[in-house]
């Protein structure tokens, strides 16, 4: 039988551990650098994480995105007026300021449902009330016509997806990390003052951006595997600004839109038609149904011709700063679709 340790053979062995040899000095720098990695490990190994479904906030430059966005993140961008007395009130001060966007980016938004068909809104505080809400990243694109490839790369996009941790709190998200959100709408931001401007051109340039965009997803629609389609991707197209007195009702900015995309259509295809593109050249790889919106042999356009391609449209007025209808139709229409 092997003998018992002695206290001596203990003590022993006690001190030579404490003794400043190269042995002892390696196995406590191992112990050190290696608790940690395998700490971090075992906690990465088993912390929860979810996919965030993402909305895409696109629109021409001036349309309001970035103030959408930040009023979403931090509530009303301007303090409301007080009485002073006197018939005085305090002037507004702007809470956060917004900018022309270059670079895409994202903030991480909760929507929680607190009753039968009710939603939170935007101005709630989530976590005070304890609700359990769904969580989701909304991206602000640029709208200048040299940046919009940056959304409509990602509207071509066909199984992107995002991993972030569920505990993480509200923060803004990376270029990166946004190309690889799971897309689920798209909201197109309209200046409907702008657009009753007839001589300004508001209402072809955005025309404009707008058919690439239902475009984009109509083609997106086309590239299945097998005979399954990418899951459908509705289209809010925000009315915004309606607080000006200039600014044209949604429904007046449904039929301009509509018409002036017919105009589009008729135009690019008359264009491939007289460049030689089309026709017998169809089969040479280009074909100018392509680049055609909605139903083939139209004359007229609707919003309604984009649900052939699984593609929802809908006009909703609102303003993000000053009195009128406010963003609560929009944030309801997200909250619906997250």
Known sequence: MDKMPTLETLKAAFEA????????????????LLIPIILHLIFSATTPYTTLPSVLLVGPSGAGKTALMTLFERGPLYHNQEPQGNGKYTVNTPVAQTHTSQVSSAVELAVSKPGPNQLSSYRDDLDAQGATAKRFLLVDTPGHPKLRNQALSRLAATTPTIT???????????????????????????????LADSDSGALA????????????????????????????????????KLDLFTA??????????????????KARSKGLLDSGVGGDDAAGGVDELDNWLGGIGNEKFTFKEMMEFDVEVEVIGGNVIGDGPGADKWWKWIGERI
Not at 17 to 32: D, E, K, R
Not at 167 to 192: C, W
Not at 222 to 230: D, L, N, Q
Not at 248 to 265: C, D, G
Request: no cysteine.
């Open 248 to 265: 044209l009702p949604a429904a007046l900015v449904k039929s301009n839109l509509e018409a002036e995309l017919a105009r589009i259509r």
């Open 17 to 32: 551990s404490l003794s400043p040899s190269p042995t002892v000095i390696l196995a406590g720098v191992a112990i050190v």
């Open 205 to 240: 340039a955005t025309a404009e951006y707008l058919y690439d965009v239902l475009l984009t997803l109509q083609k997106r629609f086309h590239r299945r595997t097998g005979s399954r389609a990418p899951a459908s991707v509705p289209v809010l197209v925000a009315a915004n």
């Open 164 to 194: 972030l941790p569920s505990t993480s709190s509200s923060s803004s998200s990376s270029s990166s990390e946004i190309n690889r959100s799971k897309l689920k709408a798209v909201i197109f931001l309209v200046d409907a003052a702008a």
